[in-house]
């Protein structure tokens, strides 16, 4: 890093740089063409990064709801935590804060987000109050304040140092978002992440009130399953990441939690123990209902299911049938039409006949190339339905059956 690299990004995030990124922004020309343009009044590099933030406030759509005035980094984005889930976040962190910790964090601000990145937790948790962002990347640093400005969130601010030499005593409470990105590669356990669990325990000895966000994959310090709430996220269908709550912002100590958010942003969360198991149904009922990813990934579908006293379609496969499905958001749900072995030839009579031109297709507890099925089973038609394949019985079976929204599932008639 050095002084020519930094003018460059405060010459990005600067009043002089809006009218080439509006120009960029709406351009349908070829990239060679808008490049060709630019370079008539930029230098080679203040041309690439208009063209390569155009590009990412695209892509950041699917994030950010106001993505194309954000800052971003290839990196950085791929790093942030998505608008919903960020948001999320900050109501917990809020409703967990108390106001007399609010009241002793002062000017400082009352939650600190460490290696804030461009700021996806960060300007959650401004929206909410007082925040301050840290990194030591000099960049991300200015571009998250950039993002905070473009936001009107002036009362927060970010500083550009090592969380290592921050004094978090004057905060209310802390959130860590570790570098999985490091020399190693790309990596899912906290002790290969930049900072390390060695820098994560100091943070605690200091300061109990903290997040950390982890990898949906990552394995936990067996301490850290006694004294924390771990709690998997997920949204629009993919678990997003596991979060690791200490202190007071921990509900529920030595519990799982895992969190289905709504297209409103509403959470839907159960939580329990993985230990528990479910009978398994002696025979296929009515639906068949698919826990939510982040069940799956808290390792909760089981105690989900007894709960609600569904019954496993096979031992260790998390389909399970009912006749009457849950009131509960934390899962898909399929009327079943018919279920038959998993017989290729079979099936495609059977979609054929039922007009079935939109096939998805989704697997449990088998290997099988869902791909190559799809081909092997296209044939035209109008009408959308779900072929289901687990193994049950010691064969593998399929489950042809029609997704329903969770309103029509919980109004079955009988």
């Known amino acids: 890093m050095n002084a020519a690299d930094i003018s460059l990004y405060e010459w990005l995030v600067s009043s002089r740089a809006e009218p080439w990124l509006a120009e960029a922004a709406g351009g349908e020309r070829p990239l060679a063409t808008q490049a060709r343009d630019l370079r008539k009044h930029l230098s080679a590099e203040q041309t690439h990064l208009v063209l390569e933030l155009a590009k990412l ?44 910790n609010r009241r002793a964090a002062g000017p400082t601000g009352a939650v600190v987000d460490l290696c804030c990145g461009i700021g996806g937790d960060l300007l959650a948790l401004a929206g909410r109050g007082s925040a301050t962002g840290v990194d030591r990347d000099p960049i991300v640093a200015l571009l998250a304040g950039a993002n905070l400005a473009a936001r009107g969130l002036a009362e927060s601010e970010v500083r550009c140092c ?138 909760l579908s089981a105690a989900w299911a007894a709960h609600h006293g569904l019954e496993a379609a096979a031992p260790g496969v998390a389909y399970y049938t009912c006749d009457r499905p849950p009131a509960d958001s934390l899962a898909a749900v399929f009327e079943i039409t018919d279920v038959a072995p998993l017989d290729r030839k079979r099936l495609k009579s059977l979609l054929r006949e039922r007009r079935v031109g939109a096939l998805e297709i989704k697997k449990r507890g088998v290997e099988i190339d869902l791909e190559r099925l799809r081909a092997e089973l296209r044939v035209p038609g109008d009408e959308s339905a779900t072929l289901l394949i687990a193994p049950r019985d010691k064969r593998i079976t399929a489950i042809l059956a029609r997704r329903l929204h969770s309103d029509k599932a919980r109004d079955l008639p009988d």
Do not use: N
């Not at 759509?61 to 999320?88: C, D, I, N």
């Open 162 to 299: 090592d969380v290592r030499d921050l004094d978090i005593a004057h905060f209310a409470a802390w959130h860590l978002d570790p570098d999985r990105r490091t020399d190693r590669g790309r990596v899912a356990q906290p002790e290969f992440a930049a900072p390390g669990l060695d820098t994560i325990e100091g943070l605690l000895s200091r300061h109990p009130d903290g997040a950390v966000k982890l990898a949906p994959a990552a394995r936990v310090p067996e301490a850290w399953r006694h004294r924390a709430e771990l709690e998997w996220i997920s949204e629009r269908g993919e678990c997003r990441q596991q979060v690791a709550w200490f202190g007071g912002l921990a509900a529920t100590p030595g519990v799982r939690a895992a969190t289905a958010l709504d297209p409103d942003g509403v959470g839907h969360t159960f939580r329990g123990r993985p230990e528990s198991e479910t009978a398994v149904a002696a025979s296929w009922k009515r639906c068949l209902v698919e826990p939510d990813t982040a069940l799956l990934a808290a390792g």
């Open 57 to 100: 406030r695209r892509r950041a759509a699917a994030k950010f709801s106001h993505a194309e005035r954000m800052f971003f980094t290839p990196r950085a984005l791929e790093q942030a935590t998505s608008e919903g889930v960020a948001r999320w976040k900050a109501q917990r962190t809020a409703a967990r804060t108390t106001k007399s």
